[in-house]
């Protein structure tokens, strides 16, 4: 059984930066797509950024092109979100998910069969 954490999280300026890092344990690393998701307040679950099995291919919502890069050790079953230049409006709960073998745009846009806690991202003066 495959388990996910998030840490990372916090409060941050606007134009700053955080890295955040999903930790898989209970399973290989290897047959998973990853993705992160965020869930703002009033708003829909948003694929933020995905990133394939091996990482030969990424996702990243419009929003955040440019500004966050998703990477991946399966070595250390571990997969991160540098998001960079963040503005308020990235605020939100941030979610690793994992699925077994799906590319980057079928992780961002399907149904996820894994989820970390989640950890708080905000964005403020």
């Known amino acids: 059984q495959l388990q996910l954490v998030e840490s990372g999280g916090g409060l941050v300026l606007p134009g700053g930066s955080l890295r955040l890092a999903c930790l898989a344990s209970g399973s290989t690393l290897d047959y998973y797509a990853i993705g992160w998701f965020r869930q703002a307040p009033g708003l829909e679950r948003e694929g933020v950024s995905c990133?394939?099995?091996?990482?030969?291919?990424?996702n990243y919502a419009d929003s955040v092109k440019g500004r966050f890069t998703i990477s991946r050790d399966n070595a250390k079953k571990t997969v991160y979100l540098q998001m960079n230049s963040l503005k308020p409006e990235d605020t939100g709960v941030y979610y690793c998910a994992a699925n077994y073998l799906t590319t980057a745009q079928a992780m961002c846009q399907g149904r996820p069969d894994y989820w970390g806690q989640g950890t708080q991202v905000t964005v403020s003066l």
């Open positions: 990133i394939s099995t091996r990482g030969r291919s990424t």
